[in-house]
Nanobody
Framework: QVQVLESGGGSVQAGGSLRLSCSTS????????MGWFRQAPGKDREFVGI????????YFANSVKGRFTISRDNAKNTVYLQMNSLKPEDTAVYFC????????????????WGQGTQVTVSS
């Protein structure tokens, strides 16, 4: 059985930084990418970024390009989301995702999800 756990959320001032971590226990049979989504109160879940586990290629939403980076440790099935220059609009619950599922509008779901970690950015 696969479980996904995020950590590293918290409260920071605008312009600050946070690093989120996501690890898995019980490796899935298929694991091609891990990444992050977020959901702000009253809004739909939004894609943030992913990284492929084999090639290490990363992809980001336009809203976070240039501010967020993602890295992975394949041996630990772990990914890290480094968030810099945080803005109040980055405030959301951030969810780790394993094996994102793609639709016509891009990633919208995943095979496995973490429970979420709260990120709050004050102005």
């Amino acid at each position: 059985q696969v479980q996904v756990l995020e950590s590293g959320g918290g409260s920071v001032q605008a312009g600050g930084s946070l690093r989120l971590s996501c690890s898995t226990s019980g490796r899935p049979a298929r694991m091609y990418a891990m990444g992050w989504f977020r959901q702000a109160p009253g809004k739909d879940r939004e894609f943030v970024g992913i990284i492929t586990m084999s090639g290490g290629n990363s992809y980001f939403a336009n809203s976070v390009k240039g501010r967020f980076t993602i890295s992975r440790d394949n041996a630990k099935n772990t990914v890290y989301l480094q968030m810099n220059s945080l803005k109040p609009e980055d405030t959301a619950v951030y969810f780790c995702a394993v094996n994102p599922i793609y639709g016509s509008e891009g990633p919208y779901d995943a095979e496995y999800w973490g429970q979420g970690t709260q990120v709050t950015v004050s102005s």
